[in-house]
């Protein structure tokens, strides 16, 4: 049962955050345990300072040339983890949706000093819709943050998540002693800078052993003694049905600059995450066992240097086993392909990879062949449920400034929207070409490629639309009609489906009242 092996011994995962709580240095953490960087310092924030595009820019370049960065897989406890990375900034956190459909599980660090954040939320309501497990981490615990059981009760409230603690905080701050795991029973004691390899943990028989009065002072011993009786006698023991359910959450607190909790949470994370699991298709569901090979494209990322166009194409393996040089189906296309150079991203280094089995993350060149979404199978034709496409905020109308471009610019758009930098509608009734995004800086990242790859000088002129719905009807005389009546909002998307541009909620509601027999989805599936 060589497949079978070779699932149980994946972990593919993401850790998500608002910008801020830790996320690239909890990662740097991960790393260092796994053995893929010998020193700190070594990965790259990804986070956007200034929400310059210069900045974007800039980050953009430097992951172009290793865009091994965005998947890092190490070994860890004879475990290949898959750890993908994912974009802090809002502007594009509709990567970091699609991405959240590539993993089996994620981490959430959340900031001890400012709590639930913006971000937070919402990368937890994608994960709550796909049911994925999730294991949190209350970072920053040597900064005076809020009360513990404060903490805990806003995120359970805030986020919808019910919390288990797996380990326990002797104070905050410059109080900060360390922290009680409930589940080894032991304390491992703060200490600033803890190296991967060194860990001061105190031995103790139990929680009254009168060393913690000793070594944290009878005040904070009294005070842990109070806080674990409560905590276990609410709690328990975790049931990992429950966190595999996604119905609980284990909690860890720590420190990632100072190392401090990350391997609680990391030997914990190897003992009860979910291998790769089973996923849903447009016809049955796939079964991770199955020795045939399907997976979906999840991610596109342009190659920045200007002499390649080409781009590469993130695949997640769902089934079987990926290999070198054999032909697969690539279903949208209904053709045959196959990949001479498909790229592994073990120890932070692409390397070209002869196999990839479920759970893994493969980079396939691409030279236009494929959108997000995109399903490569053994034959069978069927595709991924459930990978969102964004509803997108803002809208602008494409002004080409270089008519003598015109045949460029329109490639460029194409492909940038096929990687989901935004969306690409054509108003009827003209030639009007729209583009919709969920942040501005979108915008600017368009213009900037469209110059600098494509050669395409472009302007955007603000449009005045909020949301953007999909038409459809059984009667297609009544679509045809809404179109004619209302040239100026509707359109189609770059596959020539109907969209309707709305102004303003009223519009839209009214629309849907005077309209039943078509129906407005803002549903934010691809398929
Ligand atoms: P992100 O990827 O989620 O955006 O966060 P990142 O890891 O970049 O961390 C954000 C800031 O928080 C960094 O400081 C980092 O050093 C700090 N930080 C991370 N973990 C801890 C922690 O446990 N305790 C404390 N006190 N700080 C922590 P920065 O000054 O913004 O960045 P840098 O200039 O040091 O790179």
Not at 74 to 89: K, M, S, V
Not at 194 to 215: F, G, Q, W
Request: net charge negative; proline share 3%; charged share 25%.
């Amino acid at each position: 049962m060589k497949y079978h092996e070779e699932i149980m011994h994946r972990r593919t995962f993401a850790i998500i955050s608002h910008p801020d709580a830790g996320k690239t240095t909890l990662t740097e953490k991960f790393l260092l345990f796994g053995g893929a960087i010998q020193v700190a310092g070594a990965v790259k924030s990804n986070k956007i300072k200034k929400s310059a595009t210069s900045d974007f820019m800039e980050i953009e370049r430097q992951r172009g040339i290793s865009v091994a960065t965005s998947v890092m897989s190490f070994e860890y406890q004879n475990i290949l983890i898959n750890l993908l990375d994912t974009p802090g900034h809002k502007d594009f956190a509709e990567d970091t949706f699609r991405t959240l459909t590539a993993v089996d599980s994620v981490i959430l660090v959340v900031d001890s000093v400012n709590g639930v954040e913006e971000q937070t939320r919402r990368l937890m309501e994608v994960c709550r819709m796909r049911d994925t497990p999730v294991i949190v981490f209350i970072n920053k615990m040597d900064r005076d943050g809020k009360n513990r059981f404060d903490l805990l009760e806003e995120i359970e409230k805030e986020l919808n998540i019910s919390l288990h603690p797996m380990t326990w905080p002797i104070n905050s701050g410059k109080d900060f002693k360390g922290v009680y795991n409930l589940y080894d029973k032991n304390i491992r004691l703060f200490t600033a800078n803890t190296k991967a390899d060194e860990e001061d943990t105190l031995a103790i028989s139990d929680i009254h052993d009168p060393v913690l009065d000793t070594r944290l002072g009878a005040t904070d011993a009294a005070l842990l003694r109070e806080d674990v009786e409560l905590v276990d006698g609410v709690n328990g023991a975790l049931n990992v049905a429950d966190y595999l359910a996604a119905k609980v959450s284990p909690v860890f607190f720590g420190s990632a600059i100072n190392n401090f909790g990350v391997k609680e949470m990391l030997d914990t994370f190897i003992r009860i995450a979910p291998p790769p699991q089973s996923r849903e298709t447009s016809t049955r569901q796939v079964n991770v066992e199955e020795e045939k090979l399907s997976g979906f494209i999840f991610k596109i990322h342009a190659n920045l240097d200007p002499k390649h166009r080409d781009r590469i194409a993130f695949f997640r393996v769902c089934s079987g086993k990926f290999e070198r040089n054999k032909y697969f189906h690539h279903v949208r296309l209904d053709k045959d392909v196959r990949f001479s150079n498909p790229y592994s991203f073990m120890a932070r280094d692409k390397s070209i990879i002869q196999d990839a089995y479920a759970g893994d993350v493969v980079g396939l060149f691409d030279t236009g062949n494929f959108k997000i979404g995109d399903t490569l199978t053994e034959g069978e034709n069927f595709f991924f449920t459930g990978i969102p496409s964004f509803s997108p905020e803002i809208f602008k109308e494409v002004i080409n400034k270089d008519p003598m471009k015109t045949k460029q610019l329109e490639k460029g758009l194409l492909q940038l929207t096929d990687e989901g930098v935004a969306q690409l509608f054509t108003q009827f009734g003209g030639t009007k070409k729209i583009v919709g995004c969920v942040g501005e800086l979108q915008f600017e990242v368009i213009q900037y490629r469209l110059l600098h790859e494509y050669g395409a000088s472009v302007e955007f002129r603000a449009l005045p639309f909020y949301k953007a719905c999909w038409l459809t009807s059984t009667d297609s005389q009544k679509l045809e009609d809404f179109g004619k009546f209302k040239q100026t909002n509707t359109g189609e998307d770059k596959d020539g489906n109907m969209v309707y541009l709305a102004q303003s909620e009223w519009f839209l509601n009214t629309e849907i009242t005077n309209n039943p027999d078509i129906k407005f989805h803002f549903s934010s599936e691809i398929h």
